[in-house]
Structure formats: C-alpha cells, structure tokens
C-alpha cells in the first residue's frame, strides 16, 4: 500500500509563516486526487491544528501521514498543555491570550472545527506535558 | 477534441532563456533543447508569457481584418478597454467611427452588454444562498486559472454569461433584423485586449455562443490610430458604468452596492483564490479578478500603459450618461455554459499511483538544491522534481546535480590514475644504481 509522510516544524507565534504546512498539505492532496470535500476537511483540519501549535504552544510540528483510504493529520507540540479538554471541545472557549485574542485569533473555534472535519479525533494532553491532536479522515 | 490555444511560440525567435517558465501562473512552460514548450493542458492563455518574453517570441494567434470577407453584414465588437487605448486623442465617436472604417457595417459596444450582464449580477446575487462568494466569469484566464488549479471552485463562478457573449448574441440579432439576412450572413468581431478571450471563443462548445472572429487590438491599432481624424463619428449606445468594465473595480461599481472584492494581475489572483479555498472570503459576496495589471486596460495585446490607459479611459466616458437605457434580455441570454475543472496538475489519475509518485516527488525535491534557478528548464526544483517522476526530466538537468555528479566522477578518475598497473609504474626517483648516462 503507497504511503506519504510530510512533516513540517512549526515555530511558536510565527503568524507570517502560519499556515505554510496546511497549505502544502492541501497542495499535495490535491495534485495527488483526492475528492475536493476529503481535501477541504484536511486542510481546514491541519491549517487549525497548525494554529494552535502557533498560538498555543512553544513550538512544534505537524505531520501528515496520506494513503488512498485515510489522511491522519497529526500536531505534536511543547508547551503548556490543555488541563481541560472536554472544556477546550466547546465552542468559543478559549486559553488564548488576550493579545493574540486581540489579532483576530483565539476565538475558540479551533478544536471544535477540527472536529466537525475529522471522522476521528484523538487529544492527548495535560497540564506542562504538551499536546498531541491526532486527526483521521477516511477516503469514503 | 483538441483545445485550442491563442498564445504560441515563434520558435525561431526563442533563445531558450527561461523568463517566461518563472512567470507562468500554471508552470505550463518548460525549456526542452534550448526552446521553451508550451504544455498545452495546462496553458490558460493568460499572456502573462507574451509580456514578459524579451524576445517577443510568445504570440496571440487571433483573425485579422481578412476574416470579414466570409460574411456580408460585420460587426464588431470593442471591449471597454479598447477605446482607452485611443483615448486623449479623439472622442468616444470618433475612436467607434475609425473602428468601423476598417470595413464592418455597425458597431456593438461589449460595454453595452456588460451593463445587462451587470444588471443580471445583481439580481443573482439578491437571490444568492450559496457558497460565498460568487466569482466573476468575466475574466477567461481567471476562469481557466480556476479550472487547472483551483478546480473546487469552479462551483463558484457566476453562472451568467460574458459580456462578450452576450454582445455577440445581441449584435447578431440586432443584425438579422437590420438587413434581413440569415445568421450565417452576420458576422460579429470582438476587438480583444487579451489572448484568454481569443482561446475562450475559439473552444468547441457545440453551438455558436461567443463572437464569430477575434481582433487582437495590437493588428489594428495602426489603422484606427490612422483613421481618427478623417472617420465619420459613430454614436456610442452605452453608459459610463458599462465603460468601466474596461479597468479592475469597474465591473464591481457598476453591480453596485454590497460587499464586492476586486482584484487584478494574476498573482494577486492566486493569493485570493489560495484564501478562498482555504475557506476565507466567506463575508464577501462576489469577486471581480482580473488576471492583468489593471484590469483589461493592462491587457497583454494592448499597447498603452494600463495606468495611463485607466485614467483616459474614466476620462473619456466621463460625458457619458451613467447607464445606458433598458435592453430587452430574457434569462435564456443571460445563461452561461457550465464550466468544469481541467485538473491538469494532478499526477495520475489512479489515487494509489498518484500518491507513490508523490513520495518519489517529495524525496525528488528533497535531493535538489532549492534554488529555483530555471536552468534546467523547469520553473522551480519542485516542478523538476514533478517533471522528473512523471519521466520528462532527469536529475542531471539540474546544473547543480550534474556538476556534484561531475565532481564525484573527477576525484574517481584521479583515485584511478594512481592505481597503475605494476608492470607500468615507473621506478622511484632516486634509485642510488640506475644508470647516470655522462655523468
């Protein structure tokens, strides 16, 4: 089974930069020829992903492992953590500082977004241990 | 069938530089034994290649003025833009009466249409509950851009027909109804600032929809330029906002109103359409892109600068009435032909394949210096890498890799030549009992 793996390294509040990863992932899905719907969820998913690295995070990285049934998107970061994530699920809740807040980001929106996109979503994290946010979509 | 092209290459002329292969929006474009190839899947006749050629070896192929003799009743169609290129010379009237000089029997200005078309716009987006926004399919480079690499958009193009369509339509009837004649016998020619607008009248759409011929304005600027001072004056029917459409934000002025983005030159076009399919953009309601600096004004078969063109062009219908009158346009007129995607860029239609010359692409690129030079005659080390998996290149065309390669090959060859045979090895210098000849 042909298999692809991207990582992109992700640095903490690099907003010129941010979205670079999502962007190549969304190009290769594309060239590959997956369905516009499969290639719009993934890169919704990794651009959110890839933010909250930016946003949230010390720095980081964002993988994408892609075979014809499934993509799994997956960020990997240091950094603080999420000491509540059925909290940080709701929609408009949100840790991020008030000047990030202020630049238009942060609006609490992300987890919740990737979730919509994803047929399977998997968080690990906890408070100083950094965040790993496993994302599946299936070819279907 | 084949798809037919308006940009060409003049071979003779082609030095095999690479600036066009570094401008191309679609990277269409490869130098393959010193001449640059145009890949025809991929060209969307943008003409950003025929503007940035030194050589001037990139060419719009379009009709000229001996193309009217087929038909007994001709006429023309200006774009917005063309009479800009005249303007601050002559009136509007006198710009229209040396166009007709040239041998047509009337004159139907596309600002006339774009004013229904812009009219129709506007009820379509009143009655609009869909994907934001609507992008507009005036542009044909635009619309072709989003075919080759933005196909999930195309859902998204304003499913109305081109002023340009629509003046021929209307012209032709016009013209059956003036003289008597049958459709055959009424000929319509647009006079086109572009090579996208050529190509797009040229494609088999199985019924006569656009113009039936297209003057590139560069093959009869001299002889308009010539004619206005001694040319009868022709009225012009249509208003200011129709006029508009001839530079970037004129189209948007004219649907008036409501949240509406312009944006022109082809890049910039890119960057929109990346946010759009990103899912950006959703508060804007509609978008007018022109792939050309400035909109048509800037177009790559004009002759005068867009800006300058721009300002004379907003001079020149500034006597004009706002809007023209009230057409009759039933819905049916106003009707586009769906536009589908040319995912021209994928790599393989099977999904497994596509995505192990993916890897091989990625690792590909990996080994190349990233320096997007052109000299290997790819537009960038990625479009190499792609060349390479696909079998068109080799990784020795990159100047850098074959240099590497020399290099490894030189400390090899000099390795060798140390290791001579025994029976060759010459005895060592110095030897005390070798013979000293006189001495």
């Keep these: ?140 | 069938m084949g798809y037919f092209h308006s940009v060409r290459l003049e071979e003779d002329k082609c030095k095999g530089c690479t600036n066009c292969i570094k401008h191309c929006p679609t990277e269409a474009i490869r130098v393959r034994e010193g001449k640059a190839r145009i890949i025809q899947e991929r060209c969307i006749d943008c003409g950003e290649c025929i503007r940035i050629c030194p050589n001037h070896a990139k060419i719009a192929v379009g009709d000229d003025l001996t193309a009217l003799a087929a038909y007994r009743y001709r006429i023309a169609l200006p774009a917005p833009a063309v009479v800009s290129q005249f303007a601050g010379q002559a009136k509007l009237e006198h710009i229209l009466g040396a166009l007709k000089a040239l041998g047509f029997d009337a004159i139907y200005e596309v600002a006339l249409a774009a004013e229904m078309v812009a009219r129709a716009t506007r009820r379509y987006l009143d009655n609009y509950g869909g994907k934001r926004p609507l992008i507009s399919p005036a542009c044909p480079a635009v619309v072709g851009l989003i075919q080759v690499r933005f196909p999930s958009l195309v859902e998204q193009i304003l499913p109305l027909v081109t002023p340009v369509d629509l003046a021929a339509r209307l012209a032709r009837l016009e013209g059956m109804k003036a003289t008597g004649l049958p459709l055959e016998a009424v000929g319509t020619f647009f006079i086109s600032p572009c090579p996208a607008k050529i190509t797009a009248a040229r494609q088999p759409q199985g019924k006569r929809v656009g113009p039936d011929g297209v003057i590139p304005l560069a093959t009869v600027y001299g002889d308009i330029l010539k004619g206005l001072s001694s040319a009868l004056p022709y009225p012009s029917r249509a208003g200011a906002t129709g006029y508009g459409w001839g530079h970037s934000g004129g189209e948007n002025a004219s649907i008036g109103g409501r949240r509406l983005l312009e944006v022109d030159g082809i890049h910039h076009v890119i960057e929109v359409l990346t946010r759009i399919e990103a899912g950006d953009f959703q508060d804007i309601e509609y978008i007018e892109a022109q792939a050309c600096p400035g909109g048509c004004v800037g177009g790559a078969l004009m002759v005068q600068n867009p800006y300058l063109a721009k300002l004379e062009l907003r001079q020149l219908v500034r006597d004009l009435p706002s809007r023209s009158m009230d057409l009759p346009v039933t819905e049916k007129d106003l009707r586009a032909e769906p536009v589908y995607p040319r995912p021209a860029l994928q790599l393989d239609d099977d999904l497994a394949t596509a995505i192990e010359k993916m890897r091989r692409l990625e690792a590909t690129q990996a080994m190349l210096p990233g320096l997007d030079c052109g000299s290997c005659g790819s537009p960038s080390c990625r479009a190499l890498a792609e060349d390479i998996v696909q079998g068109e290149a080799q990784d020795t065309d990159c100047v850098f890799v074959l240099r590497e390669r020399v290099r490894v090959l030189a400390e090899e060859v000099v390795e060798l030549a140390r290791k001579l045979p025994p029976s060759m090895a010459r005895p060592e210098r110095g030897d005390e009992d070798a013979p000293s000849g006189n001495r």
């Excluded at chain 1, 603080?80 to 929106?109: C, H, K, V």
């Design chain 1, 1 to 140: 089974m042909p298999s692809l793996k991207l990582s992109f390294p992700v640095r903490a509040r690099d907003f010129l930069a941010g979205g670079n990863g999502a962007a190549h992932i969304r190009q290769v899905l594309q060239q590959v020829g997956f369905p516009p719907e499969i290639i719009r969820r993934a890169a919704i998913a990794a651009y959110e992903a890839e933010m909250n690295i930016i946003i949230h995070s010390y720095g980081g990285e964002l993988k994408a492992h892609i075979t014809p049934g499934a993509i799994t998107i997956t960020a990997v970061d240091d950094g603080p953590g999420i000491p509540d994530i059925e909290l940080a699920m709701q929609e408009g809740y949100s840790t991020a500082p008030r000047e990030i807040q202020e630049m238009g980001f942060g609006a609490g929106m992300g987890l919740p977004n990737i979730r919509r996109c994803a047929d399977e979503l998997e968080i690990k994290s906890g408070a100083g241990q950094g965040t790993t946010v496993n994302i599946i979509i299936y070819n279907r």
